[in-house]
């Protein structure tokens, strides 16, 4: 296919393809809004890529209720044909939280960890739900609208006070191209997945395809792509998040996660040739990357940002290298301000690593149909991947090349090595404050990493002002009615062991407490659903976990990447997928989620399907734990009898009816006696749990202090009474002498005459 590359000048002739076909009236509202800005210009948006462009200033609109959601967010974009609404919410787990920023000085590596920021986003435009908006809001808005086939780029206007920003639209036409070598395209066909151009879908195995998956990737960027950035870290780190942003979005049409686990700044030279051909450019890199960069961090993926113009070549990447330790590596050209177009760059070339080869006519995506997708050879800013690009990343995993997507990454990780300033607390260390200029303003830690003299501690839940916390101090509450407390002790930083009722305590009306919590039906609906939400009848879920399918089974078996769902007996049906009924609002649910409700009986039977890692905790199905029948609770999908909980205390006999049995067999006495056995007075709690605070004399303290407030009040109202009352007097005799001195006046007058 020839390379094409389209300049329209900003406010030149509507480009051929604009006109709108017959969509919902919100949907062609908001593309005619958008179309709209083709008929002027309001500044030069500064890239031959840019159809046209308008400076609109965002609003932020409050949540309902006047508030603002700690995690969603809402901006009126206020467009020359009318405002529009884009609904944003906090993307979780797009880098790791700790995650290292290797730089150079005087030669040496330094590793730094960035500050975390909470500021990338993702969501839709108002009125269409198919579209997609990702955001970073770190420093004004900045990054991607995509409507349909359109896509419309979002960024500040620098100094501006008014918050403005310029919203333009990128020319659809096809950019540069893709440096894939002929040899590894016909490498990749004898492998077995050379069916390009092939609308296949993904027939009966859809498990690999539904599960989340994570790509755990490591940046590098060259010294000249550093310099392009003012030579500034802050500055460079930023730039890349705002890519990895819109390539996080991209990739979750793949069921795909995007982790960034590691960047490196090449901040004083390159560490590599980075040769004038891409090609040579690519085997430096990942001789580098194997030979370095692997035995520091270990990565699923690593890509090279290079600021070097390779012309019309954008990047270059291993056909299906992901998870490899030989070739899992990607190059990308940014030596253009365009974030949008490089972003596609970047999700076109990973989707190389990922299986995938370029896209012919015959391959569509989008609801639309639509030909020029994420993976034509001539990269574009279209945000979908094609049914064809679908079926080779599906291959690759089905042939069990992409095992390494399916685990799931720590939430932190330690890198380089143990050291003193990495801010983990290590072996032979009492804290760790970070860098020196950190620990100079610690008023409890060294530089040393050593405590301060005649100090306790440093951090930690019974640790304050660098002092234990008195024995007594609550450190961590009781968060259910089968939990207990546990209280500071007075020698150690750290909070007691948790602990709670043993395992089968009985807790409400039937119901028994099973790993802290007390267990049933209608309260894991509550949790779900919200409140009102209640247990479904049995028959829902006779109807439902018969049927041995994902959303109503009793258990599922996985052999690779098939899924084998159990059918329940009729005696385990309540131990299978959760039913609820009367419930009044939907829950926060994440892509994967699938909600499942169908009649019976004149009322609605709700279920919920997370597909989750088959490690990770189902919230759809029934907990173990949960009553299943008269002295029976569901263990493994299965119910069982309740001895099997192993619950062998008489709280009567050994807690002499005082207290309860923790998960460590021992009394957990209440208020007013003693451990072990609660034989004696005392202020409650068990050995396990830390000494418990005197409460009656905090009691008392709250009555004196009550009862001094309350005589203070009173005080202060007699005294204010009294002065108004003497107000009031003083001004009744005031009118007394008036109407006296004007009857007076009137008897004279009248005598007179």
Not at 17 to 44: N, Y
Not at 630 to 659: E, F, I, Q, W
Request: charged letters at 20%.
């Amino acid at each position: 296919m020839p390379e094409a590359e389209s300049e329209l000048p900003a406010g030149g002739p509507r480009p051929a393809g604009w006109g709108l076909p017959s969509f919902p009236a919100p949907l062609r509202g908001f593309l005619v809004v958008l179309g709209s800005l083709l008929m002027g210009v309001a500044c030069e948006p500064g890239s031959e890529f840019y159809v046209s462009s308008e400076v609109i200033v965002p609003r932020r609109l409050s949540a309902k209720g006047g508030g603002i959601a700690p995690n969603k967010v809402s901006y009126l974009l206020p467009l020359r044909s009318g405002p529009q609404v884009i609904h944003l919410r906090q993307k979780e787990g797009f880098f790791l939280r700790n995650f290292p920023l290797y730089t150079y000085s005087l030669g040496q590596r330094v590793l730094d960890v960035p500050p975390s920021q909470g500021c990338y986003y993702e969501g839709y435009v108002e009125g269409d739900p198919s579209s997609l908006v990702a955001l970073s809001t770190c420093s004004g808005l900045r990054g991607l609208l995509a409507v349909q086939a359109a896509s419309y780029g979002l960024e500040p206007v620098e100094r501006s006070a008014r918050f403005e920003h310029i919203l333009y639209r990128e020319d659809p036409a096809p950019g540069g191209t893709c440096s894939l070598a002929e040899r590894e395209i016909r490498r990749h066909e004898a492998g077995g997945r050379g069916r390009a151009g092939k609308a296949q879908g993904l027939g009966g195995q859809p498990a690999a395809w539904t599960h989340k998956k994570y790509l755990e990737l490591f940046l590098v960027v060259t010294k000249l792509r550093f310099t392009m950035s003012e030579s500034n870290v802050t500055k460079t780190t930023q730039l890349v998040l705002e890519v990895l942003n819109i390539v996080h979005s991209h990739l979750q049409q793949l069921h795909l996660e995007l982790v960034l686990i590691g960047l490196e700044i090449w901040t004083e030279k390159d560490l590599v040739d980075i040769a004038d051909t891409m090609p040579d450019t690519q085997e430096n890199f990942n001789r580098w990357r194997i030979k370095d960069l692997y035995w520091r961090v270990p990565h699923d993926l690593a890509h090279l940002f290079t600021g070097k113009n390779y012309g019309k070549t954008l990047g270059r990447a291993y056909i299906g290298g992901v998870c490899t330790y030989n070739s899992a590596a990607g190059v990308d050209a940014f030596w253009r301000e365009d974030i949008l177009r490089f972003a596609g760059t970047v999700s076109h070339e990973i989707g190389h690593n990922l299986g995938m080869q370029h896209d012919t006519l015959s391959c569509r995506c989008g609801d639309g149909g639509e030909t020029l997708c994420l993976m034509f050879p001539n990269v574009l800013v279209n945000y979908k991947f094609s049914n064809c690009s679908v079926q080779y990343f599906y291959d690759l995993l089905r042939d069990g090349e992409g095992e390494c997507l399916f685990d799931r990454p720590a939430a932190s990780r330690v890198f380089g090595g143990q050291r003193c300033g990495n801010r983990v607390v290590e072996a032979g260390e009492a804290c760790d404050c970070g860098d020196p200029a950190a620990c100079w303003k610690d008023p409890c830690c060294l530089p040393t990493c050593q405590l301060r003299p005649g100090v306790d501690c440093a951090s930690g839940p019974c640790c304050h002002g660098c002092r234990f916390q008195k024995a007594g101090v609550l450190c961590r509450g009781s968060v259910d009615v089968c939990d207990l407390p546990e209280y500071c002790n007075g020698t150690s930083r750290w909070c007691q062991p948790d602990a709670h009722k043993q395992d089968g305590s009985p807790c409400r009306d039937r119901d028994y407490c099973y790993r802290g919590r007390c267990r049933s039906h209608g309260g894991q609906c509550a949790r779900l659903f919200g409140p009102g939400a209640e247990a479904a009848r049995d028959g829902c879920y006779r109807h439902v976990n018969t049927a041995g399918d994902r959303f109503g089974n009793c258990g599922v078996a996985v052999q690779g990447l098939k899924r084998d769902f159990s059918k329940c007996r009729l005696g385990d049906v309540l131990c299978g997928r959760l039913q609820c009924e009367n419930v009044r609002r939907l829950p926060r649910m994440g892509h994967q989620h699938t909600l499942v409700q169908f009649p019976l009986e004149g009322s609605w039977c709700w279920g919920m399907d997370p597909l989750s890692p088959v490690d990770a905790p189902d919230e759809g199905a029934v907990e173990d734990g949960t009553l299943c029948g008269p002295g029976r609770v569901c263990l493994n999908h299965t119910c069982a009898n309740a001895s099997l909980l192993g619950y062998d205390c008489d709280p009567a006999a050994r807690c002499h009816g005082r207290g309860v049995c923790n998960n460590f067999k021992n009394c957990h006495c209440r208020y007013g006696f003693a451990p072990p056995r609660c034989e004696l007075k005392g202020f409650g709690g068990s050995v396990d749990s830390g000494p418990a605070p005197e409460r009656a004399s905090g009691l008392r303290s709250t009555l004196l202090w009550t009862l001094l407030t309350l005589g203070l009040v009173f005080a202060a109202i007699f005294i204010i009474a009294f002065v108004k009352r003497r107000q009031v007097r003083e001004a009744c005799n005031r009118a007394r002498e008036r109407l006296r001195r004007r009857l007076g006046a009137e008897t004279s007058q009248s005598v007179g005459g």
